[in-house]
């Protein structure tokens, strides 16, 4: 099962920051918080990953509370082609067979005009 | 450069028929997994590859399935028998296996899918 939970969907407006949420109250220390995104028939697109430290790339911010409990990957202008389902997933630190990603139901981000 | 491939895009077969679905990874990602995404779902873990052996086959359903990696490169999924319940999109990933830095560099690089119809 999925160690994390999101809320099923959220709507933005187009230019604006869309914030999403994602618990994860049972991480242990070992493990990465990670962001996936899946636009309608694609395969998903990584985002972004993180320990406990804030991260930023080109594509988003992702910030992880101190406890490590939670965390909001932040897109800072929301597009059209953002509208995607979003997917956060805890994995361990190392590889192996502990490296295959378990996906919940993410978070249906709808980007309105 | 080129990402993940997965060929066919689009395969209908009838129930109790034998499938293929082929994946051909990054050049030079030693690590291969394959997932399945029933509608409305997000991806389940089947397999994974590193190299040319299955490290991890715990998510396979049954005895049906059954995946192959012979030169740890391409990677083909084979069904047999296949029912009605195996429609899904069947999703490849690769990725490079280590650590940089202390940080995790074996992030999943996903191909477009097989959108497999078992009628």
């Known amino acids: 099962d999925a160690k994390t939970t999101q809320p099923p969907s959220m709507d933005c407006a187009e230019g604006r920051a869309a914030n999403l949420p994602c618990n994860h109250s049972?991480?242990?220390?070992?493990?990465?918080v990670y962001w996936y995104r899946q636009i309608h028939s694609q395969g998903p697109q990584y985002i972004i990953h993180g320990l406990k430290n804030n991260e930023t790339n080109e594509m988003a911010s992702l910030i992880i509370t101190e406890d490590r409990k939670s965390s909001t990957l932040i897109l800072p202008h929301a597009t059209l082609r953002d509208t995607a389902v979003y997917y956060c997933?805890?994995?361990?630190?190392?590889?192996?067979?502990?490296?295959?990603?378990?996906f919940g139901k993410g978070t249906k981000l709808s980007v309105k005009p | 450069g080129a990402g993940v491939s997965q060929t066919p895009s689009n395969k209908v077969t009838e129930k109790g028929k034998y499938v293929e679905l082929r994946c051909d990874p990054i050049s030079g990602h030693t690590a291969l997994y394959w997932y399945r995404q029933s509608l409305g779902q997000g991806p389940e873990f089947l397999i994974y590859f590193q190299g040319t052996g299955a490290a991890d086959d715990s998510g396979l359903p049954n005895d049906r399935f059954f995946a192959v990696r012979p030169e740890g490169s391409v990677s083909t999924l084979k069904i047999q028998r296949t029912e009605r319940g195996d429609s899904a999109v069947y999703l490849c990933?690769?990725?490079?296996?280590?650590?940089?830095?202390?940080?995790?560099?074996?992030?999943?690089?996903f191909g477009p899918g097989t959108r497999l119809t078992v009628l």
């Open positions: 049972t991480i242990s220390g070992n493990e990465y």
């Open positions: 990933a690769s990725s490079l296996m280590g650590l940089a830095g202390g940080r995790r560099t074996d992030t999943q690089y």
């Open positions: 997933i805890v994995r361990p630190l190392h590889g192996g067979s502990q490296g295959n990603l378990i």
